[in-house]
């Protein structure tokens, strides 16, 4: 799994920044990451300089394989709690996405074609 980070002028701090981001995003991710490809983590302060409220906006992308990408945001007061708020998101959107899935391959009514990939229920 591939995980890039990206930020806008007003957030610094960019290399460690992106390790401790990486790190939380794995964590969160870790019991789905065979089924992502790439996952993309857009951090921005909302109010620039200016500050007060959740002005830390966190948008994460994940890249299922085979599957349409899926996005969520998250805002928080600081950095830390915007990237744990957006990956648990994440986590919780790709998990309900895979048992969807599951769900859909489980009662089907057609036969599966030859050589899809089904995982057993």
Do not use: F, Y
């Amino acid at each position: 799994m591939i995980i890039q980070v990206n930020t806008d002028s007003n957030i610094s701090g960019r290399e460690s920044l992106g390790d401790s981001v990486r790190e939380t995003v794995e964590g969160a991710l870790i019991h789905v990451s065979e089924n992502i490809t790439r996952v993309e983590v857009h951090l921005s302060d909302v109010n620039g300089t200016k500050s007060g409220g959740d002005d830390i906006k966190c948008v994460m992308e994940a890249r299922l394989e085979g599957r349409t990408p899926v996005a969520v945001t998250h805002h928080a007061t600081n950095l830390d709690q915007s990237v744990e708020g957006a990956a648990d998101k994440l986590s919780r959107l790709i998990q309900n996405t895979l048992e969807k899935l599951r769900d859909e391959s489980r009662h089907r009514t057609d036969p599966i074609p030859p050589g899809a990939n089904v995982e057993a229920g």
